[in-house]
C-alpha cells in the first residue's frame, strides 16, 4: 500500500502529548518536521536510536512532539548537550534542531566547535531571520536593513552566512534549503543523517508572525513563495552569470566531504589503549526501507 | 596509580586534586567534560590521560558552558559524569547547573576555590564560593554540595558525590580550597571491593507505564537512558511526572515540591559532620576545609593550656546542617566561625542558633589569598572571655 505522507508523520507523533502545538499559524516549523520525519522513515531509523536534542525558541519546542530520546535544553547549549550524548553512545543518532538565535548567536561558539570536532551530529538550524519566540528581536541572520523589534530603523549589523561559517569551521556537510522546498529538504536531511561527521543545515523558514509583519511580507504563502524566488539551487547557479545569481541565496549541497570524525577516532584511541573494542558501536541505520515518503 | 592497585592497599603519595581524578574513577565516572583552569586543572588533565584507558570519554570543551551542558547530556546517555572548574567556570555552569537539577540529572561538579570576584587571586585559596554554590543557578532549589579537609577525604567524598548524584538524581558539587587541590599527603586508599558504590535506579517496568518524574518511591523516579526503549522527554520548563511542559499551578507545586522533598526528607543520609573535642567545649569552632585543618591545631594546643575548645566541621556544607550545629552549639558560650571569606558561613551559624542564645558569635575571616593559621586561630580563643 503506498503511503500517505500525514500517515507517515502520525506514526512518529507523541500520542501521550497532548496537541495542539505551540506555533502560529503559517510557521515553517511544522513543515520542516515534517521534511524530517519522512526522510527518518526513509531511512528506515529505529526511533530508539534517535536522540532529537533543542535549545531554546518556537523551533526549539519541536522535540517535545516526537517519539524519539528528546531533549529540549537552554538557549545556545542544544550542540554542547548534543556533544555528551553522542561521545557517550556513538551508536545514536543525534539530531540537533535549533533556531538562527539559538545556533547562531548564544550557542554560536558550540556550533563552530561541533564543526571543527567534525563530530556526527546532524544539525538542523531552523532560520527565521529573527528571534521568534521573544516576538520578533534582530538575529545574526537578521539581514541588513530589514526590520526587527530591537532594530526599529532597519538593522546595522550584516547577517551570517551559516553555510559559509559551517564549512569554514570544520562540518564535513553543509547544506541549505527551504521550508518552501519539501522534497529537496527530505534529501537533504537523509544526507544529513547518513553522513558520518558534522552535517548543518540552514534551512530558510517563515516566521509570518513577526519577521513577516515587521518587514511587510504579507501572509505565510507569501512568505514560502518569497523562498521559491529568491533561492537557485547550487548545480544552477553554477552555471549561471553572476549577474544572475546576484541578490539570491544558494540552496541545495553546498559542500560534502569525507574526513575523521571525533567519537571515531577516540574509539580508535580506547582500542589502541585497552586492546579492546570500545564500549561504544558504530550509529546504527538501519537501511531497510518499508516504503517511500516524498 | 595503576588501574588494579592490588589487595594490599599501600601508601601512596597523592594530591588533593589527583584524589579527585581517582575517586571518580573508582565510582565509575567515564566522562568528563572540561574547560582548563587553575586550580582545578589537573583533574582534567589526569583523567585526560586515564579515562580513555577505562573505555571512558574525556573531552575539553570550548567554554564551562558547554562542559556543564556535556556532562549532562553524557548521563542522560548513561554515563557517570562530571566536571572540574573554579570560580569563573563555575559562575558560567550556573544556568546549566539549574536544568541538571530540574530536569534531575545526575552528575558530579568540582569547584576548586580560588580568590574572587572575577578573576580575582588564581592561585590563592578562597573560600568565596559558598554561596555560589548555594544561590548561583537562578529560581528555588536545594541543593548537595560537600567540603572535604583532606587528601583522604576529596577521594572519599568524591565517591560520595557520586552516590549522593546517582541515588538522589541531582547535581552534586564538590567545593574544595585550592591548598588541599595542591597538597600532596600520604594516603592509603581502601581496597576497590570495600567501596560502596551505588548506581542510579533503573524502571523495569514497560516503557508504556514509564514516568520518569513520578513521586514514587520517596520522590525519586527510576532514570532509564536514552537509546534503551523508554523514548522520553526532558525540558528545563517546568514539567509533569510525564517530563512534558505544564502551567496547571498544581503539577508546577508538586514538581518543586518533589524537588525540595527528595533531599530535605532525606538529610539523614546526605549530612555528615565531624565533632572534634566537642563533648565538654565551652569555645565552639566552625570550619570546613583547610582551615578547619588550622582549627584543629589550635585546639589541640589551646587544650593544654586547658581551654575547652572544639571543633564543628560539616563534609557536608548544603543543605546545612541546621539541627547538628544547633545541637553542638546547645552547651557552648561562644563559637568562633573562621572561614577565608567576608563572612558567609557565619550568617547560616546566626540563622541556625536562636538569638537569646548564651553562644556569642565571634567571626575570624581572611580574604587575602592566605590561608587561617592556627596562631590566628589560637588569637581569637584567647580573645573569648
Ligand atoms: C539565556 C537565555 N537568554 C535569553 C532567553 C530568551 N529567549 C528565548 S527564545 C530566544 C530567541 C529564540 O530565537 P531563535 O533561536 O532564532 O528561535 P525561534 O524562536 O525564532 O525559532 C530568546 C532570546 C533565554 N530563554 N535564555
Ligand atoms: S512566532 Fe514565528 S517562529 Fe514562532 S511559532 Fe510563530 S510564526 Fe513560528
Known amino acids: 500500500m503506498k503511503n500517505i505522507p500525514q500517515k507517515v508523520i502520525h506514526q512518529y507523533l507523541r500520542h501521550r502529548k497532548k496537541f495542539p502545538h505551540v506555533w502560529c499559524p503559517g510557521c515553517g516549523n511544522g513543515i520542516i518536521l515534517g521534511d524530517l520525519l519522512r526522510a527518518i522513515y526513509n531511512l528506515g531509523i529505529e526511533k530508539d536510536s534517535i536522540a532529537m536534542v533543542s535549545g531554546i525558541g518556537c523551533s526549539s519546542r519541536m522535540p517535545v512532539y516526537v517519539d524519539f530520546n528528546t531533549l529540549h535544553t537552554t538557549h545556545g547549549r542544544a550542540i554542547a548537550f548534543a556533544t555528551g550524548i553522542k561521545l557517550s553512545k556513538p551508536e545514536m543518532n543525534v539530531i540537533v534542531i535549533t533556531g538562527d538565535g539559538d545556533a547562531a ?126 533561492t537557485i539551487p547550487v548545480e544552477a547557479a553554477s552555471k549561471l552569470p553572476p549577474e544572475k545569481i546576484k541578490g539570491k541565496i544558494i540552496r541545495g549541497i553546498i559542500y560534502d566531504t569525507d574526513k575523521p570524525e571525533f567519537t571515531e577516532e577516540y574509539d580508535k584511541l580506547i582500542t589502541h589503549l585497552t586492546g579492546e573494542l570500545s564500549i561504544s558501536k558504530n550509529k546504527s541505520v538501519n537501511k531497510k526501507v518499508t516504503g517511500k515518503a516524498n | ?24 574513577l573508582d565510582a565509575g565516572m567515564r566522562f568528563f567534560g572540561g574547560y582548563p583552569i587553575t586550580p582545578s586543572t589537573e583533574i582534567a588533565e589526569i583523567l585526560s590521560a586515564e579515562l580513555p584507558k577505562y573505555g571512558g570519554k574525556f573531552i575539553q570543551m570550548e567554554d564551562e558552558l558547554a562542559s556543564m551542558a556535556c556532562i549532562l547530556g553524557a548521563s542522560i546517555a548513561g554515563m557517570k559524569s562530571m566536571t572540574a572548574t573554579s570560580g569563573p567556570g563555575f559562575s558560567l555552569m550556573q544556568e546549566n547547573l539549574g536544568y541538571g537539577m ?138 509533569d511526572e510525564n517530563g512534558f511542559p505544564t502551567q496547571v499551578p498544581q503539577e508546577v507545586e508538586a514538581m518543586m515540591d518533589r524537588l525540595l522533598k527528595k533531599i530535605t526528607d532525606n538529610l539523614d543520609d546526605i549530612i555528615q559532620i565531624e565533632a572534634f573535642e566537642m563533648d565538654d567545649a565551652e569555645i565552639a569552632i566552625f570550619a570546613a576545609g583547610v582551615v578547619a585543618r588550622s582549627a584543629k591545631e589550635a585546639i589541640i594546643k589551646a587544650r593544654e593550656k586547658g581551654i575547652k575548645v572544639g571543633l564543628i566541621r560539616p563534609l557536608t556544607i548544603w543543605p546545612f546542617p ?59 580563643i584567647a580573645e573569648v572571655k
Open chain 1, 105 to 230: 548567536a548564544i550557542g554560536g561558539n558550540h556550533l563552530i566547535h561541533a564543526a571543527r570536532r567534525n563530530i556526527d551530529l546532524t544539525i538542523i538550524i531552523i532560520n527565521n531571520n529573527i528571534y521568534g519566540m521573544t516576538g520578533g528581536q534582530c538575529s545574526p541572520t537578521t539581514p541588513l536593513g530589514r526590520y526587527a523589534s530591537t532594530a526599529p530603523y532597519g538593522s546595522l549589523e550584516p547577517n551570517f552566512d551559516l553555510c559559509e561559517l559551517a564549512r569554514s569551521a570544520g562540518a564535513s556537510f553543509v547544506a541549505r534549503t527551504t521550508a518552501y522546498h519539501t522534497t529537496e529538504a527530505r534529501e537533504i536531511f537523509e544526507k544529513a543523517i547518513l553522513k558520518k561527521g558534522c552535517s548543518i543545515v540552514d534551512v530558510i523558514s517563515q516566521c509570518p508572525i513577526s519577521y513577516g509583519k515587521l518587514n511587510n511580507f504579507g501572509s505565510a504563502v507569501e512568505m514560502l513563495k518569497w523562498q521559491r524566488d529568491n
Open chain 2, 322 to 380: 541546621d539541627l547538628d550545629v544547633e545541637m553542638m552549639l546547645e552547651n557552648t558560650k561562644a563559637v568562633i566561625v573562621a572561614e577565608m571569606n567576608q563572612g558567609q558561613l557565619i550568617n547560616e551559624i546566626k540563622r541556625v542558633t536562636k538569638y537569646g542564645h548564651h553562644s556569642k558569635f565571634i567571626k575570624l575571616q581572611k580574604y587575602s589569598g592566605l590561608i587561617i593559621t592556627p596562631d590566628e586561630i589560637l588569637n581569637k
Open chain 2, 1 to 24: 596509580m595503576s588501574k588494579n592497585r592490588g589487595t594490599k592497599p599501600k601508601p601512596v603519595l597523592m594530591q588533593g586534586n589527583a584524589a579527585v581524578a581517582f575517586g571518580a
Open chain 2, 102 to 239: 530540574i530536569a534531575e540529572i545526575p552528575c558530579v561538579v568540582v569547584n576548586v576555590q580560588r580568590g574572587g570576584p572575577s578573576t580575582g587571586l588564581p592561585t590563592s585559596p578562597s573560600q568565596g564560593d559558598i554561596m555560589q554554590a548555594r544561590w548561583g543557578t537562578h529560581g528555588d532549589h536545594p541543593v548537595i554540595a560537600l567540603y572535604p579537609d583532606s587528601v583522604l577525604e576529596c577521594y572519599e567524598l568524591t565517591i560520595r558525590a557520586f552516590n549522593l548524584a546517582e541515588k538522589y538524581r541531582t547535581p552534586v558539587i564538590l567545593l574544595m580550597d585550592e591548598v588541599l587541590a595542591h597538597m600532596r599527603e600520604s594516603v592509603i586508599l581502601p581496597p576497590k571491593e570495600k567501596l560502596k558504590i551505588l548506581n542510579r535506579i533503573k524502571p523495569n517496568v514497560p516503557p508504556e507505564w514509564y514516568k520518569h518524574y513520578k513521586n514514587e518511591p520517596k520522590y525519586i523516579s527510576p532514570l532509564a537512558s536514552f537509546g534503551e526503549g523508554y523514548r522520553f522527554h526532558i525540558t528545563g520548563l517546568a514539567h
